[in-house]
């Protein structure tokens, strides 16, 4: 079965579209874009030059792909690119930018899915299944770790960190690195683990138990987080459970400083 190529669309002879595509009115696809198969285009979205999109993608209404960064500095001679993960779902309105640097990625892993008018900015690296509701903001070179959740309105400050697993609060405001497995409401405040999100990935009791530990010793006594992270990495229940490895792990590498508990910053 070929693809479905509306009459009124626009699609560059220099870009290739796979096998059961589909392209609707007034969509526009332009020179060098790469689809694989089984995309939709929806009405009226652009996709952009030098977009890559892996299988099954599909792009809503208004949508734009492959944009220019919102960058001062940014040349718009240098060739960038946003690669879009098979199986992705993008709503109607979204924004994705590409990278500032030549031969850059921006990055969208497999299965995400990206609501109504959220946007990612230039150099942004998303991992698998990572869901934006409507209306959620990402700076430039912001990275999020596989099955996050970032809630509608939330807005995600450039060059921000976001570990696995982490739930983010519809409305926060994220300035800071935000460890794995944690949520996150109102301004850069945690409010304990996302245990909703442990669960369904089937993280065992145990594990459960280390994580909980490390949470507490780290963001809820007040103290240097990076040094205590450094103090309990290679306590006996740390080398056996790599969630929670994982987590202290995460306060050992370069930051822009971490988010802390209600508990510590007294907001209620």
Known sequence: MGSQIHSTSI????????NQCKVGPYAIVEDGVTMGEKCEIESHAIIKKGTVLGDGVRVGHFSVLGGDPQHLEFDRSIDSIVRVSNDVRIGEGVTIHRSIYADGVTKIGPRCFLMGHCHVGHDGQLGDEVILA????????????????????????????????????????????????????????????????????????????????????????????TEIAANCINEQIIETTPIAKEFLEFFLTENRGFIRSRSVTGKS
Do not use: W
């Open 134 to 225: 409507n209306g959620a903001l990402l700076g430039g070179h912001v990275t999020v770790g596989d099955f996050t959740f970032i809630g509608g309105g939330a807005g995600i400050h450039q060059f921000t960190r976001i570990g696995g697993g982490a739930m983010i609060g519809g409305l926060s405001e994220v300035s800071r690195d935000v460890p794995p497995n944690v949520t996150v409401a109102g301004r850069n405040q945690s409010c304990g683990l996302n245990l909703t999100g442990i669960k369904r990935r089937g993280i065992s009791k145990d594990e459960v138990k280390a994580l909980k530990y490390v949470y507490r010793q780290v963001l809820m006594n007040g103290g240097n987080p």
């Open 11 to 18: 699609i560059s002879p220099e870009s290739t579209l796979g």
